[in-house]
Every structure is written in structure tokens, then in C-alpha cells.
């Protein structure tokens, strides 16, 4: 699909959902399902799944994300799915994302890393990765003639969006597919996301293309506060660091949220 004609229906929904007498930003994004069709919350079960801090806790009752899907794979196959175990919600979150960034700008799958082990704790050299909260993301890239292919391994990209590594010489980071990943993911309303961390550069070079398309104001104010450069570790020029705040079920069974609450999350319901 050529630029222009995603944008172009993202505007066509709002309107068909605004003329519905919505009066929320619900159905400005394809990802946002009309009010009422949602999933009731806590549905799977009375165990807990995400406990304690990212960086320190546990997971109960997370499933595997498969390894192949019509839109999304895992980077290393069968081999990885061992570590590619998240909450619930974080599985549904990452198939959506994949389909719908797969079907409004076509082109190979979402390639995504680790998410947790089974029953989460430390994950190798990862600090966090420890309640199926978290998950990595291979970037959408092209190669050297232009054609979208499925990424290969974490290579670093430069503030041009160049492959840096002599493996992907030429190739370059696919500014479209990454924004729709992203857009996608700060409108989730479950999980909701708290931050996606990825270099300051390719940041700019994402939330320049958005603004050049007409991209929706609040998608822009969240995406500006939840993309963020990682002080304490990697840059993340070479892949996406997804997480998700606990949710409303789990935070009742221990789940530990850490850092800023952003202004558009919903506050949990006292009794
Ligand atoms: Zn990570």
C-alpha cells in the first residue's frame, strides 16, 4: 500500500465514528473497538498472572506467543518461544499490533523477540523481562531497492535510520510500519503502555513522518511521552522495548507498576 491511504482511512473511520455520536477519541484508530465490545477485565481466571516489578517479580498463568503467525513470527523460531511467554493481555496486544500495522501497510511480519520465561524471574542479561510485561521488537526495515523484509537480528540504526551493521548494509528503518506499530500501541486500552523505549534519533525520525501525515493530535502527545531513550541502558537503536502497566486484575494480586502514570490511563476502580 502506497503512504497517504493509511492515513487517509484512519481519518475516514474517525469521521463515520464521529457522525455515530462518539464523543471520545474511541474509533479514531482502527485498533479501538466501539465501546461495550471489549473484553470484560480479569476474564482469565482468578490466578494471578503479572506479579511484583517488572525488574522483580514473577508470572503465573501467562501463555506462549506462537511462534508463526499470518502477521507476526518470533526472531529465532521455535528456540525462542521458550522466552516468549507474556501475560495475556501482552499476547493480544502483540498479535493486534501485528495485524494491524500488517494490514494497513502491507509487508512481511512483526518480528518480535523475548517477552518472559513460563513463570517469569530473571531473564538472562535482561533486567527486566520478569512478568510478561515486557517485550522486545525487532524494528520493520527495507532493503537497499526499497522493498519491506522481515528484520533480521537486532542491528543498530542511525539518526538517518541506516543500518549500521554489515549484515543489513543499505537497508534502512521503515519510518511508516514503525509509526503504525506505535500509534497502536499508545492507543492500546488493555494493556495499556507505559513506555516504548527506542532512540532518541528514530524517535524524530517517526513523530516528523507522523506530523507530516496529519497524525491525530493525542496519539502524537502520548507517543511523545511513552517513546522514550533509555538513561540507565541501551540506547535501543537497534530494536523496540515494549511494557505494559499491570492491570486493573493483577494490580489487586500484587502487581507493581513503576515510574509515571501517564494523564490518559484509567485509574483503577476503588470498592
Ligand atoms: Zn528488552
Known amino acids: 500500500m502506497r503512504e497517504g491511504s493509511p492515513f487517509g482511512s484512519a481519518v475516514a473511520l474517525a469521521i463515520a465514528f464521529a457522525s455515530a455520536a462518539s464523543p471520545s477519541l474511541a474509533g479514531t484508530h482502527p ?9 470484560a477485565e480479569g476474564e482469565y481466571g482468578a490466578t494471578a498472572c503479572s506479579q511484583g516489578a517488572a525488574w522483580n517479580g514473577r508470572l503465573q498463568g501467562g501463555i506462549p506467543m506462537e511462534v508463526k ?20 493481555d501482552m499476547v493480544a496486544l502483540l498479535k493486534r499490533a501485528a495485524r494491524v500495522v ?24 535482561h533486567k527486566s523481562h520478569q ?3 515486557d517485550v522486545d521488537i525487532l524494528f520493520y526495515v527495507t532493503d537497499p531497492s526499497g522493498a519491506r523484509k522481515r528484520a533480521l537480528g537486532f542491528y543498530e540504526f542511525d539518526g538517518q535510520g541506516n543500518c549500521l551493521h554489515k549484515r543489513c548494509r543499505g537497508w534502512t528503518f521503515d519510518v511508516q510500519r514503525n509509526w503504525w506499530l506505535v500509534r497502536t500501541m499508545v ?13 532518541d534519533p528514530l524517535q524524530r525520525l517517526m513523530l516528523a513522518y507522523a506530523a507530516r501525515r496529519g497524525e491525530h493530535p493525542e ?36 502487581c507493581r507498576d513503576g515510574g509515571p502514570m501517564w494523564d ?8
Not at 187 to 199: A, G
Not at 220 to 241: I, T, Y
Open 102 to 125: 500488517g494490514t494497513s501497510v502491507e509487508g512481511p511480519p512483526l518480528v518480535l523477540g523475548s517477552i518472559s520465561d513460563q513463570d517469569g524471574g530473571k531473564l538472562g542479561r
Open 264 to 271: 490518559w490511563i484509567r485509574k483503577p476502580a476503588r470498592n
Open 187 to 199: 492507543w492500546s486500552k488493555r494493556p495499556e503502555v507505559q513506555w516504548i523505549f527506542v532512540s
Open 219 to 254: 496519539i502524537m502527545r502520548r507517543a511523545k511521552k511513552v517513546m522514550a531513550e533509555p538513561g540507565n541502558s541501551s540506547p535501543h537503536a537497534d530494536h523496540f522495548h515494549v511494557r505494559a502497566y499491570c492491570s486493573a486484575a493483577d494490580k489487586r494480586r500484587g
Open 31 to 39: 485498533d479501538v473497538a466501539p465501546a461495550g465490545l471489549g473484553a
Open 69 to 88: 503467525g499470518e502477521h507476526h513470527q518470533l526472531h529465532g523460531g521455535r528456540a525462542r518461544q521458550r522466552t516468549a511467554w507474556g501475560t495475556p
Open 131 to 133: 512478568t510478561g510485561r
